[in-house]
């Protein structure tokens, strides 16, 4: 019957148009675990074979994650007594070296991981060139020697912050890590150095407070964790962004009750 | 009002066969109202002070039944008119009993569970049938409701205080969820008064909810092959609103068919006392398809199909603004009826489905942030209904499942910042299903008994990772799963206590599903009281005991009804301050949902009608309505003493008609809640009109005619209510009858 089928017509027509939800878009929540190391950053040939660096991303001032992979003969192998030195040689003619954070082998990956914070960029927001980052990497293999420099380039990010320490007159440095900030809890990390010298020495013995805000809101967000050291310089704590934009984390650091300094990190995603 | 009241108009018996003792014989019942002769489901049918059955949502009922002698009483009951009973002879083999019921015009509604006889179909014949001119306005007239005004379109229906987040709205049966998380898109938002059959306002069967407010559009009708145009064009002064409607009907003996459509447009309106109310403007459409088909003497299908597009609709009392809302809704109905009489009167299957996309901007404000806030929600769903007679019982049973769907979410848009994204509604699935059943039991000649029991069990489900991750880093952790049940029963007593007082009394016990609101509402601004909300997950489901009485005193020129509802709440869900920073500019804080113990409330109304003189009739309703918080607050939107009344001399065909609104001022406010005290006021509307036809009429008509600036309690930030508006109607029908 005609009616029954352009009523049923009608009907499916609305059920269709019903069914046709959008597909939500999650944003990317890779963390540093799913991340490959992907981008090779240097390389260089040997007599003997190859070395390469690799990091996830574009390097940028901050916290970042290396690979370094070593090819002997067509294997990659361990280096005895593997020294990894970062230096920075600045357009002035000073010099200085970067905090790492941790170095190991890993088996898995057939590569050397090193966790580090660089704590300038090659070239300044304005893309002048500050000076030229290299990474010697001396050691052992076998009866082979391992002695290279290596050219890094690190591009500029708000991720790491100085101050002045107020009890002592020490230049702090802070680097905020957050891996991929997403609405909701997010675990982060900061480092925290004082620059000794051309060395930096981690700071282990502060207490640290946070407060996230949204400038052009005027809010900031509850459920905050301030960051607790957890060995050599580096402190973990949470941050709640409750919406995506723009976000400023305040960051002020004590020592025995004394506030030494702030600090501000934005983060935006 | 033509009204004749204590008449009882017609019955006839036709004979078809000659009788033979002791046989089983049909009744075929049909009943309709005298006046609108629209049939009046529901009616309660009984033969020898035994109710044999319910009529049907066409007013018929058929029975088969054994006479054990010649004479037969029979009677109809339906509360909201006169009992009908007369004494017959049966002299055939079937008895054709067509009753026509007169209205006892009690302004109350559904006292009866699932009495489909709404106050608004009373006030259509007696108050606004010639000149309905928003729903809103029908509503404002029930008992227990009050209007919440937030704009000029569509004002939020409280019901006993309880806003949408308590109720459930359906229209043609279909759920409707609103999907602005600022009460933008009530319901009554896609229902126009021309297309509309009643609002049935119920608070048992109302799909875990504690009521339902039901709009049921008028339905197409099979009949002599006839087709009918009607048209109507309004213009009002005080919005320069214009709307025009075309409805188009064909009916033939199988089939019926309406489609029909209305536009509105008004710009910004003015307030009493001049003061413009911007933006107040909007532009909208409404469209439907509705058809019915006779398929066999058993099988009818019927389909309906209602969309409506609203654009650039301004909510002055509000920070934001809807550029669009549209709803999509449908419904399938295949209805069985077996020709001769079994244990089964009627099963009816339905499939159905709803859709709502709303998206409010705040951009023709004046602010530091702009905000874009879509939300949408779909509902589809089935539902099988079986009326039976068991035992000589007349029983009803229903099941229904439906799938539900909601998100909303906010972008923000500062100056030269990154646009800030967050949910304000994660997006949430549930799925609800739920079990009724409902019976009719008389007692003796007296009345009946109507227990009834529904159970509802839903699954919800937080769908996306990074919602339920910032939902997480506000209130903790929590399972984005959560499964509900919600159980309401009780029982109705409705009867006739002595020849004109007539009574009922109606206790339930209801606990409902919660809103997602309520659960997970994210930083939902509330412009009343200037407060982010925050949702709970950890809620337990709210419950109350419901208690409803009325007493009616009906005489030959008048009637008068009292009616007194209360509700105790356990677990009662009242947002709380907590001390977490806010996010809106300019909020002052954020409240969470809290379970705030218990609270009570409680209604009376008074109304009457009186037919002062042929052609002279008057009506008038007043009402009040209180209730407290267990510690001690008060309950918002309770409603002060309020009157309206209504005048109406009607020498045919001209007629005039004069309608006061008035309130006390409100003093039980709810300052918790952001309500303030409001003055009293007293508004004056008066029409004229002249009716060629019962369709064709002219109506002139001055709404708020001093021009008075005045607010009802309950609307939002005290939005000032229309000025004055002189307007105007014009209806006309053209009719084709085709053989
Ligand atoms: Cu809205």
Redesign the pocket.
Same mark, same amino acid.
């Given at each position: 019957m005609k009616y029954t089928i352009f009523l049923l017509a009608i009907f499916v027509l609305l059920i269709q148009s019903g069914c046709e939800t959008s597909n939500p878009t999650t944003p990317d929540d890779q963390n540093d675990q799913g991340q490959s190391f992907s981008l090779v950053v240097a390389r260089q040939q040997t007599a003997w074979g190859e070395v390469a660096i690799y990091a996830h991303d574009t390097l940028r001032a901050g916290y970042a994650e290396l690979l370094i992979t070593v090819k002997h003969n067509g294997q990659y192998v361990q280096v005895s007594n593997l020294q990894f030195e970062p230096e920075m040689a600045m357009q002035g003619g000073m010099s200085h070296s970067t905090p790492i954070d941790t170095l190991f082998w890993d088996a898995q990956l057939q590569g050397y991981q090193v966790h580090l914070v660089w704590v300038m960029a090659t070239y300044s927001p304005g893309g002048d060139k500050m000076g030229d980052w290299t990474v010697h990497l001396t050691g052992t293999i076998g009866q082979d020697t391992l002695d290279l420099t290596l050219p890094i380039e690190v591009y500029y990010a708000e991720r790491v912050k100085a101050f002045i320490s107020a009890l002592d007159s020490a230049k702090i440095i802070a680097a905020l890590h957050i891996s991929n900030p997403e609405v909701g809890l997010n675990d982060f990390d900061l480092f925290v150095y004082r620059k000794v010298m051309h060395r930096f020495e981690p700071v282990t013995d502060l207490s640290i407070e946070i407060e996230p805000e949204m400038p052009s809101m005027g809010h900031g967000s509850p459920n905050n964790q301030n960051p607790v050291h957890i060995r050599k310089g580096r402190y973990q704590g949470k941050v709640n962004f409750t919406m995506t934009g723009d976000w400023v984390i305040h960051t002020a650091f004590y020592r025995d009750g004394v506030h030494i300094g702030k600090v501000d990190f934005p983060v935006t995603f | 009002m033509m009204q004749k009241v204590g008449m009882i108009i017609t019955v006839f018996s036709v004979v078809l066969s000659v009788t033979t003792s002791a046989q089983q014989i049909s009744i075929v019942w049909q009943v309709q109202d005298v006046e609108t002769q629209r049939p009046v489901p529901g009616a309660i049918c009984s033969v020898d002070s035994i109710a044999v059955g319910v009529t049907d949502s066409h007013g018929k009922l058929i029975v088969r039944y054994t006479p054990r002698r010649p004479q037969l009483l029979l009677a109809v009951r339906k509360l909201g008119y006169r009992p009908w009973q007369s004494q017959v002879t049966v002299t055939g083999d079937t008895l054709w009993v067509s009753v026509s019921l007169v209205s006892q015009p009690l302004l109350l509604q559904n006292i009866v569970i699932s009495s489909y006889r709404s106050a608004r179909e009373q006030y259509e014949q007696n108050l606004l049938r010639l000149s309905p001119r928003s729903i809103d306005q029908y509503l404002a007239f029930l008992p227990q409701i009050s209007i919440q005004r937030r704009a000029a379109m569509a004002g939020e229906p409280l019901v006993q205080g309880m806003g949408m987040k308590r109720y459930e709205f359906r229209i043609a049966d279909v759920p409707v969820l609103p999907?602005?998380?600022?009460?933008?898109?009530p319901a009554n938002t896609y229902v126009e008064p021309e297309a509309l059959q009643n609002v049935a306002v119920q608070f048992a069967q109302s799909g875990g909810e504690f009521a339902m407010v039901h709009f049921i559009p008028d339905s197409p009708r099979m009949g002599p092959k006839q087709t009918m145009w009607t048209g109507q064009l309004s213009y009002g002064s005080v919005n320069r609103e214009v709307r025009a409607y075309v409805r188009s009907q064909y009916q033939s003996p199988t089939l019926g068919f309406i489609v029909d459509g209305t536009y509105r447009r008004a710009a910004n309106y003015r307030a009493g006392g001049g003061e413009l109310i911007d933006p107040s403007g909007f532009r909208k459409w409404n469209y439907r398809i509705h058809g019915i088909a006779q398929l066999s003497p058993q099988f009818r299908l019927s389909g309906v199909f209602i969309g409506d597009d609203g654009y650039d609709i301004g909510?002055a009392a509000?920070p $934001?603004?809807?550029r669009y809302?549209r709803l999509r809704l449908g419904n399938l109905a295949l209805q069985y009826k077996p020709v001769h009489q079994t244990w089964l009167r009627e099963a009816v299957f339905q499939v159905f489905g709803s859709r709502v996309d709303?998206? $409010?901007d705040d951009w023709k404000r004046q602010v530091p942030v702009h905000m874009d $806030?879509p939300?949408h929600t779909r509902v589809l769903g089935g539902k099988l209904t079986l009326h039976s007679t068991i035992a000589g019982i007349p029983t009803k049973v229903a099941t229904e499942y439906r799938s539900e769907y909601v998100h909303a979410e906010m972008v923000m848009y500062a100056p030269d910042a990154t646009p800030m994204w967050m949910p304000t509604w994660p997006e949430m699935s549930r799925s609800v299903w739920s079990v009724v059943g409902q019976s009719y039991v008389p007692i003796a000649s007296w009345g009946t008994f109507i227990p009834h029991v529904e159970i509802s069990v839903a699954q919800t489900r937080l769908q996306r990772a990074d919602e339920i991750a910032v939902l997480q880093g506000l209130v903790g952790d929590f399972s984005p799963e959560r499964f509900q049940y919600a159980w309401s029963g009780g029982i109705a007593l409705e009867g006739k206590i002595l020849e004109a007082v007539e009574t009922s009394l109606q206790l339930l016990y209801q606990q409902r599903l919660l809103h997602q609101s309520e659960l997970y509402g994210f930083y939902l601004f509330q412009s009343q009281d200037g407060y982010d909300y925050l949702g709970n997950p950890r809620l337990q489901p709210e419950q109350r005991w419901y208690l409803n009485a009325h007493v009616s005193y009906a005489r030959k020129n008048g009637t008068v009804v009292a009616m007194i509802y209360g509700n105790w709440f356990m677990q009662y869900v009242a947002a709380s301050r907590i001390d977490i920073p806010p996010m809106t500019i300019g909020s002052k804080g954020v409240k969470q949902y809290r379970n705030a113990g218990t609270a009570w409330n409680l209604g009376l109304s008074l109304a009457g009608w009186f037919e002062v003189l042929s052609g002279l009739t008057t009506g008038c309703i007043l009402k009040a309505e209180t209730g407290q918080r267990s510690d001690g607050l008060p309950l918002p939107a309770m409603s002060p003493w309020t009157l309206r009344t209504v005048v109406r001399y009607q020498p045919k065909p001209w007629w005039i008609e004069v309608q006061g609104e008035m309130a006390v001022a409100n003093r039980q406010v709810a300052r918790w809640a952001g309500e303030t005290p409001d003055p009293g006021y007293m508004v004056w509307d008066v029409e004229a009109g002249w009716q060629m036809l019962r369709e064709m009429y002219v109506a002139l008509g001055v709404a708020n005619v001093f021009d008075q600036q005045y607010h009802r309690f309950s609307d939002w930030n005290d939005l000032p209510a229309p000025g004055r508006n002189v307007y105007v109607t014009v209806r006309g029908r053209v009719q084709m009858s085709m053989q």
């Amino acid at each position: 019957m005609k009616y029954t089928i352009f009523l049923l017509a009608i009907f499916v027509l609305l059920i269709q148009s019903g069914c046709e939800t959008s597909n939500p878009t999650t944003p990317d929540d890779q963390n540093d675990q799913g991340q490959s190391f992907s981008l090779v950053v240097a390389r260089q040939q040997t007599a003997w074979g190859e070395v390469a660096i690799y990091a996830h991303d574009t390097l940028r001032a901050g916290y970042a994650e290396l690979l370094i992979t070593v090819k002997h003969n067509g294997q990659y192998v361990q280096v005895s007594n593997l020294q990894f030195e970062p230096e920075m040689a600045m357009q002035g003619g000073m010099s200085h070296s970067t905090p790492i954070d941790t170095l190991f082998w890993d088996a898995q990956l057939q590569g050397y991981q090193v966790h580090l914070v660089w704590v300038m960029a090659t070239y300044s927001p304005g893309g002048d060139k500050m000076g030229d980052w290299t990474v010697h990497l001396t050691g052992t293999i076998g009866q082979d020697t391992l002695d290279l420099t290596l050219p890094i380039e690190v591009y500029y990010a708000e991720r790491v912050k100085a101050f002045i320490s107020a009890l002592d007159s020490a230049k702090i440095i802070a680097a905020l890590h957050i891996s991929n900030p997403e609405v909701g809890l997010n675990d982060f990390d900061l480092f925290v150095y004082r620059k000794v010298m051309h060395r930096f020495e981690p700071v282990t013995d502060l207490s640290i407070e946070i407060e996230p805000e949204m400038p052009s809101m005027g809010h900031g967000s509850p459920n905050n964790q301030n960051p607790v050291h957890i060995r050599k310089g580096r402190y973990q704590g949470k941050v709640n962004f409750t919406m995506t934009g723009d976000w400023v984390i305040h960051t002020a650091f004590y020592r025995d009750g004394v506030h030494i300094g702030k600090v501000d990190f934005p983060v935006t995603f | 009002m033509m009204q004749k009241v204590g008449m009882i108009i017609t019955v006839f018996s036709v004979v078809l066969s000659v009788t033979t003792s002791a046989q089983q014989i049909s009744i075929v019942w049909q009943v309709q109202d005298v006046e609108t002769q629209r049939p009046v489901p529901g009616a309660i049918c009984s033969v020898d002070s035994i109710a044999v059955g319910v009529t049907d949502s066409h007013g018929k009922l058929i029975v088969r039944y054994t006479p054990r002698r010649p004479q037969l009483l029979l009677a109809v009951r339906k509360l909201g008119y006169r009992p009908w009973q007369s004494q017959v002879t049966v002299t055939g083999d079937t008895l054709w009993v067509s009753v026509s019921l007169v209205s006892q015009p009690l302004l109350l509604q559904n006292i009866v569970i699932s009495s489909y006889r709404s106050a608004r179909e009373q006030y259509e014949q007696n108050l606004l049938r010639l000149s309905p001119r928003s729903i809103d306005q029908y509503l404002a007239f029930l008992p227990q409701i009050s209007i919440q005004r937030r704009a000029a379109m569509a004002g939020e229906p409280l019901v006993q205080g309880m806003g949408m987040k308590r109720y459930e709205f359906r229209i043609a049966d279909v759920p409707v969820l609103p999907a602005c998380t600022d009460h933008m898109d009530p319901a009554n938002t896609y229902v126009e008064p021309e297309a509309l059959q009643n609002v049935a306002v119920q608070f048992a069967q109302s799909g875990g909810e504690f009521a339902m407010v039901h709009f049921i559009p008028d339905s197409p009708r099979m009949g002599p092959k006839q087709t009918m145009w009607t048209g109507q064009l309004s213009y009002g002064s005080v919005n320069r609103e214009v709307r025009a409607y075309v409805r188009s009907q064909y009916q033939s003996p199988t089939l019926g068919f309406i489609v029909d459509g209305t536009y509105r447009r008004a710009a910004n309106y003015r307030a009493g006392g001049g003061e413009l109310i911007d933006p107040s403007g909007f532009r909208k459409w409404n469209y439907r398809i509705h058809g019915i088909a006779q398929l066999s003497p058993q099988f009818r299908l019927s389909g309906v199909f209602i969309g409506d597009d609203g654009y650039d609709i301004g909510f002055a009392a509000l920070p $934001m603004d809807t550029r669009y809302d549209r709803l999509r809704l449908g419904n399938l109905a295949l209805q069985y009826k077996p020709v001769h009489q079994t244990w089964l009167r009627e099963a009816v299957f339905q499939v159905f489905g709803s859709r709502v996309d709303h998206y $409010m901007d705040d951009w023709k404000r004046q602010v530091p942030v702009h905000m874009d $806030m879509p939300g949408h929600t779909r509902v589809l769903g089935g539902k099988l209904t079986l009326h039976s007679t068991i035992a000589g019982i007349p029983t009803k049973v229903a099941t229904e499942y439906r799938s539900e769907y909601v998100h909303a979410e906010m972008v923000m848009y500062a100056p030269d910042a990154t646009p800030m994204w967050m949910p304000t509604w994660p997006e949430m699935s549930r799925s609800v299903w739920s079990v009724v059943g409902q019976s009719y039991v008389p007692i003796a000649s007296w009345g009946t008994f109507i227990p009834h029991v529904e159970i509802s069990v839903a699954q919800t489900r937080l769908q996306r990772a990074d919602e339920i991750a910032v939902l997480q880093g506000l209130v903790g952790d929590f399972s984005p799963e959560r499964f509900q049940y919600a159980w309401s029963g009780g029982i109705a007593l409705e009867g006739k206590i002595l020849e004109a007082v007539e009574t009922s009394l109606q206790l339930l016990y209801q606990q409902r599903l919660l809103h997602q609101s309520e659960l997970y509402g994210f930083y939902l601004f509330q412009s009343q009281d200037g407060y982010d909300y925050l949702g709970n997950p950890r809620l337990q489901p709210e419950q109350r005991w419901y208690l409803n009485a009325h007493v009616s005193y009906a005489r030959k020129n008048g009637t008068v009804v009292a009616m007194i509802y209360g509700n105790w709440f356990m677990q009662y869900v009242a947002a709380s301050r907590i001390d977490i920073p806010p996010m809106t500019i300019g909020s002052k804080g954020v409240k969470q949902y809290r379970n705030a113990g218990t609270a009570w409330n409680l209604g009376l109304s008074l109304a009457g009608w009186f037919e002062v003189l042929s052609g002279l009739t008057t009506g008038c309703i007043l009402k009040a309505e209180t209730g407290q918080r267990s510690d001690g607050l008060p309950l918002p939107a309770m409603s002060p003493w309020t009157l309206r009344t209504v005048v109406r001399y009607q020498p045919k065909p001209w007629w005039i008609e004069v309608q006061g609104e008035m309130a006390v001022a409100n003093r039980q406010v709810a300052r918790w809640a952001g309500e303030t005290p409001d003055p009293g006021y007293m508004v004056w509307d008066v029409e004229a009109g002249w009716q060629m036809l019962r369709e064709m009429y002219v109506a002139l008509g001055v709404a708020n005619v001093f021009d008075q600036q005045y607010h009802r309690f309950s609307d939002w930030n005290d939005l000032p209510a229309p000025g004055r508006n002189v307007y105007v109607t014009v209806r006309g029908r053209v009719q084709m009858s085709m053989q």
